[in-house]
Structures are given as structure tokens and as C-alpha cells.
């Protein structure tokens, strides 16, 4: 069994920033990939970003890159989102999750565990 925990999610002003954090627990973690989605109200949980752990490689949303960063402390099983420039428009519920493999998944149904979520609302 695998436990994400998330925070870090607030109510920002359009072009402020936010850093949410995904703390990993319950099992050796090995070549496997961390990702972000969200889910704003009325829409499909969408893919954010994702790292992998054995190759330091990461990949993002369109709509994202270039404002969001992901990382990863992999002595604290730790996946962070540095969010910058934020937009009205990425308000939502942030999810991590996780996945094993070499290839960084995009799709939800790819990913195998969840955590509960954290908000992220921008004004504008």
C-alpha cells in the first residue's frame, strides 16, 4: 500500500505562485514516476506534469510549461510543483500520483496510486 499526502494549495492572485508538495510513503520507491493532474470543476482531471525517479527526466502540459516546475527529493520521497505566473485558469484540485516504469505516463488510467487532493484557487 502506498500513501501520498499533498499540500501546499491556497487561494493566490493572478501572476503570484505556489509550491505543493506530495510527501510518498509504504513502499521501497524505485524507478517510478511522480505525477500532477488537476480537475477544475465541470471538466476531466487533466495531466500537470510528471518526473521519473531513475532518469531525472521530466514532462509537461503544454499549458504549463515554462511556468511550472517539477522536482523531486528522492531522500525524502518528496515530488514538488513550483507554480509561477499562475492563471485564473489553473485553479482546481491538484492531485499526485504515482506510477512504475521507465516511461513517463500522461494518462490518468496509467497511474496506479492517488493522493487526496489539495486546491488551488487564482483570482483574478
Known amino acids: 500500500q502506498v500513501q501520498l499526502v499533498e499540500s501546499g494549495g491556497g487561494l493566490v492572485q493572478a501572476g503570484g505562485s505556489l509550491r505543493l508538495s506530495c510527501a510518498a510513503s509504504?513502499?521501497?520507491?524505485?524507478?517510478?514516476?511522480m505525477g500532477w493532474f488537476r480537475q477544475a470543476p465541470g471538466k476531466e482531471r487533466e495531466f500537470v506534469a510528471a518526473?521519473?525517479?531513475?532518469?531525472?527526466?521530466?514532462y509537461y502540459a503544454d499549458s504549463v510549461k515554462g511556468r511550472f516546475t517539477i522536482s523531486i527529493d528522492n531522500a525524502k520521497n518528496t515530488v514538488y510543483l513550483q507554480m509561477n505566473s499562475l492563471k485564473p485558469e489553473d485553479t482546481g484540485v491538484y492531485y499526485c500520483?504515482?506510477?512504475?516504469?521507465?516511461?513517463?505516463?500522461?494518462?490518468?488510467?496509467?497511474?496506479?496510486?492517488w493522493g487526496q487532493g489539495t486546491q488551488v484557487t487564482v483570482s483574478s
Open positions: 500520483a504515482v506510477h512504475w516504469g521507465l516511461r513517463i505516463g500522461v494518462r490518468s488510467d496509467e497511474y496506479t496510486y
Open positions: 509504504g513502499r521501497t520507491f524505485s524507478n517510478y514516476v
Open positions: 518526473i521519473s525517479w531513475s532518469v531525472g527526466s521530466t
